[in-house]
């Protein structure tokens, strides 16, 4: 059978690795391990006997990656995704040309085995669109003789960064294509500290980036073809990055993601949230940020195998989900008895130095989570129109309730701070009613949360 190397893998063993792409008979593609050199874009015969080059293969390498489009073309179709819930489906019908049309890319590259790297938020709504991404590649790949070839890694922070994309190349170097490797960013990214990551991955990946968090001015990644973002189409971060992955990958596969979908409304406390995927949303959150826990030390990433392996295991599952919810139940009371309030007209404003109730033996929950836990739990003792600041090293967390960021928005609050304290700021960034400030200096932490609950004051003594 003919086929052409679309990909090599380099590594140190004998056996060189291959993706072969099939050129007749029924498509798909083969992972070869054999003692012999081929180069990426050289054409083979092989099958049952061994695998050898072939000279005269009367077809050209840009034919080969046209027939991976033409796959592509072929399986991404149908109509918009629906979940049910008009005002979701309306964004989604919105945004469906440019969801399959990202979908054609990443389906063509799954024809290639070009290589894929996925980075996904460690959160509810990041791992959950990833653990989406999985099934549904899983499922196409099985139903179309695929050898995927995707690298996971987990993104702790809230930018794409210039080491990150240095990381990256390192990874796409490892290997030798007929087409460019596949970045795809979930969940993370939308901000100017994300500039020079881009810089450094555009000419070097192909990149479909699917973020809700709100437009940046000078954010460079808006102008990709396959950025994707609620807000480019009249939405909001309530359609979370983790549901917008899943429409994107019901172009191509009719896996039951609803579940991850569920557990990324709740996690990221969308407006659009069931109690779908409530107990997946916990475990999902504390999998991903309590690491060690699980695995113990050393351990930084996790994939969607491994996640796997723990949610197909109930009696696991069930004893992590419990003790996540213990550790949880530890730090909010942790947290209630040393807050300090700051009433402001009809509201009030929370402050808490996080490092007073986080424990010592578990990183669960972390900051970002905890925070909105404690606004909750706030808001369940009857504190109206309640703002939070968390301030956890270098960072200063702002959680609002969701009746008082109709009217306050943290964006703004965000904004005025640095343009009050430009020197004291590093970034900063969120969503109306979640959102954070980084400063150069944690040293200056206390001050600085006093000068914001000084910005916040006012804005709520103005309602009424
Ligand atoms: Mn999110």
Redesign the pocket.
């Known amino acids: 059978m003919l086929g052409i190397v679309s990909c090599t893998k380099h590594g140190i063993s004998k056996d060189r690795r291959y993706f072969v792409m099939r050129m007749e008979g029924e498509a798909g593609t083969d992972f070869i391990e054999v003692r012999a050199e081929f180069k990426a874009g050289e054409f083979v015969q092989y099958g049952s006997a061994e695998i050898k080059a072939e000279d005269k293969p009367g077809v050209t390498v840009q034919e080969a990656i046209d027939r991976a489009e033409g796959l592509a073309r072929q399986y991404v179709k149908g109509d918009a995704y629906r979940t049910g819930n008009d005002e979701v489906d309306a964004l989604t019908g919105k945004m469906w040309n440019r969801l399959q049309d990202a979908a054609r890319l990443l389906v063509r590259k799954l024809e290639l085995s070009a290589p894929i790297i996925v980075r996904f938020?460690n959160?509810a709504?990041?791992s959950g669109?990833a653990y989406s991404l999985y099934l549904s590649v899983k499922d196409f790949a099985s139903g179309n003789s695929l050898k995927p070839n995707l690298v996971w890694l987990m993104q702790r922070g809230v930018s794409y960064t210039a080491t990150d994309s240095e990381n990256d190349a390192l990874i796409a170097n490892g290997y030798s294509c007929i087409d460019k490797p596949l970045l795809m960013l979930i969940?993370?990214g939308t901000n100017l500290e994300s500039n020079p990551g881009l810089k450094g991955a555009r000419d070097r990946f192909d990149i479909i980036w699917l973020?809700?968090?709100p437009l940046v001015k000078g954010f460079a990644g808006e102008a990709l073809e396959h950025y994707i973002n609620t807000w480019q189409f009249g939405g909001d971060?309530n359609y979370?990055?983790?549901l917008l992955t899943s429409a994107l990958c019901k172009g191509f596969s009719h896996a039951d993601t609803s579940e991850f979908e569920g557990a990324?409304l709740i996690?990221?406390y969308s407006k659009y949230a069931t109690a779908k995927g409530q107990d997946m949303s916990a475990l999902l959150d504390f999998i991903t940020s309590d690491l060690q826990a699980i695995y113990g030390p050393g351990k930084s990433n996790i994939t969607p195998q491994e996640i796997e392996s723990i949610i197909g295991d109930k009696d696991r599952s069930t004893e992590l989900l419990e003790y996540a919810n213990i550790k949880l139940e530890e730090a909010i009371d942790r947290g209630l008895k040393s807050i300090k309030r700051y009433s402001a007209g009809s509201g009030c404003i929370a402050l808490l130095d996080f490092e007073n109730a986080r424990s010592e033996d578990s990183k669960y929950p972390l900051p970002g989570r905890f925070a909105s836990k404690l606004l909750d739990r706030l808001g369940e003792s009857g504190m109206k129109n309640a703002v939070l600041v968390v301030r956890v090293g270098s960072y200063l967390l702002m959680r609002a309730d969701r009746e008082l960021c109709r009217r306050v928005s943290l964006l703004e609050v965000i904004e005025e701070m640095k343009s009050r304290y430009p020197d004291e700021i590093s970034g900063g960034g969120g969503h109306r009613c979640a959102g954070s400030i980084k400063l150069w200096n944690k040293d200056a932490g206390k001050e600085m949360a006093n000068r914001l609950i000084g910005v916040i004051k006012p804005r709520l003594e103005a309602l009424e």
């Open positions: 938020h959160d709504d990041g669109g969940d993370f973020d809700h968090h971060s979370t990055a983790g990324s996690g990221d």
